[in-house]
């Protein structure tokens, strides 16, 4: 049975910094295409960085240079280093897994993925 737990998330000021973590298990994060989504109420789940089993990662434009997309696979844990918070960065995130280990190629989309996990909340203010 596959299980994403995802932590990490709070509150933070406009500017900080939060590291996101996925704990996996009936999965190997190795053997992967894994992500990260976020989502706000009334908006369509949406892609914010994904990692390939092996290839380049991709990031949305409105993260590049701010978030960071990792994984260890020892601890079988994926990780989101996010820098530079800012408001529009508030959502609910997801980490979530795809049999389809070279993620298409691209960033992931939602209905890329097989596995999700049930999402930790992050809130910056202003």
């Known amino acids: 049975q596959v299980q994403l737990v995802e932590s990490g998330g709070g509150s933070v000021q406009a500017g900080g910094s939060l590291r996101l973590s996925c704990a996996a298990s009936g999965v190997s994060v190795s053997s992967y295409c894994l992500g990260w989504f976020r989502q706000v109420p009334g908006r369509e789940r949406e892609g914010v960085a994904t990692m390939p089993r092996f290839g380049t990662t991709a990031y949305a434009d409105s993260v590049k240079r701010r978030f960071t997309i990792s994984r260890d696979n020892a601890e079988n844990t994926l990780y989101l280093q996010m820098n530079s918070l800012n408001p529009e960065d508030t959502g609910t995130y997801y980490c979530?897994?795809?049999?389809?280990?070279?993620?298409?190629?691209?960033?992931?989309?939602?209905?890329?993925?097989?596995?999700w996990g049930k999402g930790t909340l992050v809130t910056i203010s202003s």
């Open positions: 979530a897994a795809a049999r389809d280990a070279l993620c298409r190629g691209r960033l992931s989309r939602p209905d890329d993925m097989d596995y």
